[in-house]
């Protein structure tokens, strides 16, 4: 557990970037941005640019208000309907988007002061842009920023799993078959997609703490590519089973990997010394973690693989475990094409910041895990051997600290770097330095040899003493910070740090006198984070809490990216921390007002590894965040009582039916009932069940789960909605719960059947002049339009984007390949060039 520390005053920096010229936003721009951010926001399929409407500016809003006197538009704000708003800048060196909601229009009238404060303080950093004062800039990565708008999956139809055939290899644990584990899936579908090598290269084996012995020869293997199948389903052939599964043993191997017939383990930190080992690839490749970047850097990374040709290796850690996965292509709106290894479910586009699949397959535990969110990382540079390949190191540190804070020009002093950790591939040999950086420009002011390997991980404390500022510094403000520079690498990395780290320093020189001051970015936490906290429902002792977290990130130009939580305190006058009951992994985009988040956790406190029930009794809540190496709490305290649980409660389901007995291909399946109690007990948590039976016999299609909670003396309406991917046929759906020993006990078992589509003829036309003809539709999309469009994009039924092509906008008939979906409805969506946006539905077969 971190260390709980007051909150610390931070200095205020401006919140935009500044450019040297000045550039008002036309009213049309500001609608034409409103248009695209609406257009783009998750309700793309149903909004109309007609209903978008102007309904503030910045000096009409403020004018009762402001304390300062500015000149043109700071900001326009805009409401989609009754529905949301967006608030768009009114000078183009500010972000486009200021803020927004997706819960409600704006009202002018009887603000409350709060949201009064924000305008202002946008208000005010527009009025800032004319003193010609310039933003402190933190050092950015260096790589590529201009890709194509998007790119198609790269591994196209590789659809792999971690059962039959792929695990036929496997190990046997007390005479069941262990499955392939999700990092050697992961693996092995690049590999596929490369089809290299033709052989390995030497032997490993180990044995695991269950008892397991495995090994593998790669250097006496050849791989048999041509017989791997980019899907098994249906019929194969034994060699093209075998081949797939030599290949899953061979990487599962390769990763010490600990093996079991439901849930197969290894450590994604592994596998790129193996591939490199094993499998020969590329000695360049690298290992990068997502908490030490800025998103825009993180996607810049994730683009560069792709456009490069290459299958990105990512993992990550929801509250169930981890799981390693494929990033493979990548849409306009920067949401990345996810192959997940569970046989082609659930693939498809997703925010980075939000892996959460709806019903995750072997090993990817269950959808009430919040999404692969913590713990992210990826490998850079996956490839056979290529002399055009660049080693670049990444290291990460905890503290910069100077042992003077002014200094004269040529005067001596001394940095402390603390916790300097490889977080990637073996570092062999090279230097450390501390480099100042002004517009651009690194000066060496230090510099040290580093002759010594670093495994990933390894963590060191250095320092640099007699270090100077030269007597040839120009005036100004300077970045200081540690870089590293291996001797395979021709220019210097920067050593990052945590979000709120003070792992670098601002230099400013005037004249002859230097002052150095630790720096953390521009993100001020006391002014740019609000957080609030509620109950979603009461709490008692020992069981799970849920909150209600509303967070907003007033900053115009910078993120957060960490951990937030829920902090409980004792109710005395002088309130004692208990425990932190909660917390979640969530990235804030600048402006973002109120988003809203559900922070689970038990209450129990920790005594040497020994879980104890928090008593009953009054206390305090209070949100709390991570900043650097600390948490802090932030926000106000709020009162809340744990009650003791009476009794034994058991959960009884009255009326359980389907709102639909007959869906659609596509369509979501809505489960209802009535939840109550019976028994003594005052209290029932638990979590239910619900397996989907595909045609109503064998193994579970899906499962998913849902968390409930319900009290004495009431009755709770469930409703559980499960996303279905079932093709035509009679199904079934079973409901449970959880019995006294742990085992499953069958509430209801409904059956539903799902259908073709109807009123779908062989060409559909919408009124508005779309036509889609050759319906259902196969492998290609054909449509014809009466008016030439720019944007053409594809959604599921849940709203979720499957695909996006851009057109040149001089035509009006398009072919869009639609092969790579799965059967079920979906909707097309075409926005033209003068904003009017059509849509229909079609079904693919």
């Known amino acids: 557990m971190m260390p709980m520390k007051k909150l610390l005053l931070l ?142 999956p790269l591994l196209g139809s590789i659809c792999w799993d971690q059962s039959a055939p792929y695990n036929n290899n496997c190990p046997l644990y007390q005479g069941e078959r262990c499955v392939t584990g999700c990092v050697a899936t992961a693996m092995a579908m690049i590999l596929k997609y490369h089809e290299y090598p033709v052989k390995g290269k030497g032997t ?45 043993l061979a ?46 850097e993180w996607m810049n990374l994730i683009k560069s693989e792709i456009n490069e040709k290459r299958p990105i ?60 969110t913590r713990g992210q990382g990826m490998y850079l540079g996956i490839q056979p051997p290529t002399s055009s390949s660049n080693f670049t190191s990444h290291f990460y540190m905890t503290e910069l600290e100077a042992n003077k804070t002014e200094v004269v020009k040529g005067e001596a002093f001394k940095l402390e770097i603390t916790g300097f950790t490889n977080m990637s ?28 390997e670093i495994n990933t991980f390894d963590a060191y404390n250095f320092s640099f003493s007699g270090l100077t500022i030269p007597n040839n510094f120009a005036d100004g403000t300077y970045s200081v910070y540690v870089a590293t520079k291996d001797e395979r690498e021709a220019t210097w990395s920067r050593v990052r740090g945590y979000v709120g780290s003070e792992t670098q320093l601002i230099l400013v020189v005037s004249g002859n006198k230097c002052t150095l001051t630790p720096f953390s970015g521009n993100l001020d936490l006391e002014k740019d984070i609000e957080v609030g906290v509620e109950l979603v429902h009461s709490l008692y002792s020992g069981l799970k809490g849920d909150f209600k977290m509303l967070v907003s990130n007033k900053s115009t130009s910078d993120e957060y990216y960490g951990l937030v939580g829920i902090a409980l305190f004792t109710a005395d006058e002088t309130p004692r921390f208990v425990a932190i009951v909660g917390d979640a992994q969530v990235e804030v985009k600048p402006g973002t007002i109120n988003r809203e988040l559900v922070i689970s956790g038990d209450l129990v406190v920790s005594d040497n590894s020994v879980l104890s029930k928090i008593p009953a009794g009054e206390y305090y809540v209070r949100p709390c965040i991570d900043w650097g190496v600390s948490t802090y709490v932030i926000g106000e305290l ?45 209290v029932y948590t638990g979590t ?75 060409e559909v036309a919408d009124e508005d002049g779309l036509v889609i003809y050759q319906q259902p539709v196969d492998e290609i999309l054909n449509i014809r339009t009466s008016n030439a469009v720019q944007m053409i994009s594809v959604y599921n039924l849940s709203g979720q984007q499957m695909i996006q092509q851009k057109e040149p906008g001089d035509k009006k008939e398009y072919s869009i390949p639609v092969k790579g979906l799965t059967a079920g409805y979906y909707i097309v969506v075409l926005q033209s060039a003068d904003g009017k946006v059509y849509k229909s539905k079609f079904m693919k077969r």
Request: aromatic share 12%; proline share 3%.
């Open 11 to 152: 200095s205020l920096v401006l919140l935009c970037s500044l450019t040297a010229w000045t550039a008002q936003r036309s009213p049309e721009e500001a609608l034409s941005i409103a248009r695209s951010f609406f257009m783009q926001s998750s309700g793309a399929v149903t909004r109309n640019a007609g209903d978008i409407h102007l309904v503030a500016v910045s000096n009409d809003l403020l004018k009762s208000v402001s304390t300062r006197s500015v000149e043109g538009t700071a900001f326009y704000i805009y409401n989609y309907e009754q529905s949301a708003y967006v608030i768009v800048s009114g000078d183009d060196r500010m972000k486009p988007v200021l803020g927004y909601s997706d819960n409600g229009s704006f009202i002018t009238e009887n603000l409350p002061v709060n949201i009064l404060g924000w305008l202002e303080l946008y208000n005010a950093a527009y009025a800032e842009l004319g003193n010609g004062e310039k933003a402190v800039t933190e050092p950015k990565l260096l790589t590529k920023t201009s890709f194509p708008a998007s790119v198609s």
């Open 204 to 248: 490993h084996s180990y044995k695991a703490p269950n008892g397991i012995e495995c090994s593998f020869d790669y250097g006496n293997t050849t791989f048999d590519w041509n017989n791997m199948l980019p899907q098994y389903s249906g019929t194969y052939a034994a060699e093209q089973a075998d081949a797939v599964a030599q290949l899953m």
């Open 688 to 762: 239910l069940t619900a397996a989907i039976f595909e045609n109503a016999i064998g193994y579970a299609y899906s499962v998913h789960y849902q968390n409930v909670f319900v009290e004495a003396d009431q009755t709770k309406n469930l409703v559980m909605e499960i996303p279905l991917s079932l093709g035509e046929g009679r199904h079934a759906v079973c409901l449970y719960k959880s019995g006294t020993n742990g085992d499953l006990v069958t509430i209801s078992t409904l059956y539903f059947s799902v259908g073709p589509a109807t009123g779908i003829e062989d």
């Open 251 to 296: 990487c599962g191997v390769a990763v010490d990997m600990q093996y079991s017939p439901y849930s197969s383990g290894a450590y994604s930190y592994q596998v790129g010394q193996t591939l490199i080992d094993y499998f020969g690839y590329d000695g360049n490749l690298g290992l990068v973690y997502r908490q030490y970047f800025t998103s825009a």
């Open 425 to 452: 591939m073996v570092w062999k040999n090279g230097d450390l330095a501390v480099i100042a950086e002004r517009d651009g420009q690194q000066s060496v002011l230090g510099q040290d040899a580093l002759k010594m």
């Open 638 to 682: 709020t009162p809340v009582t744990i009650k003791e649980v009476r009794g034994t409660a058991d959960l009884k389901v009255s009326q359980p039916h389907l709102e639909k007995e007959q869906l659609q291909v596509g369509e979501t399946l809505k489960f209802l009932a009535d939840l109550s109690l019976s028994g003594d007990g005052n």
């Open 313 to 372: 290796y990512y993992f990550g850690s929801s509250d169930d475990g981890g799981h390693a996965f494929v990033f493979d292509g990548y849409d306009t709106q920067d949401m990345v094409h996810v192959n997940w290894g569970w046989s082609g479910m659930n693939n498809g586009y997703f925010e980075v910041a939000s892996l959460n699949p709806d019903s995750p397959g072997i090993g990817g535990g269950s959808n009430l895990g919040g999404g692969f």
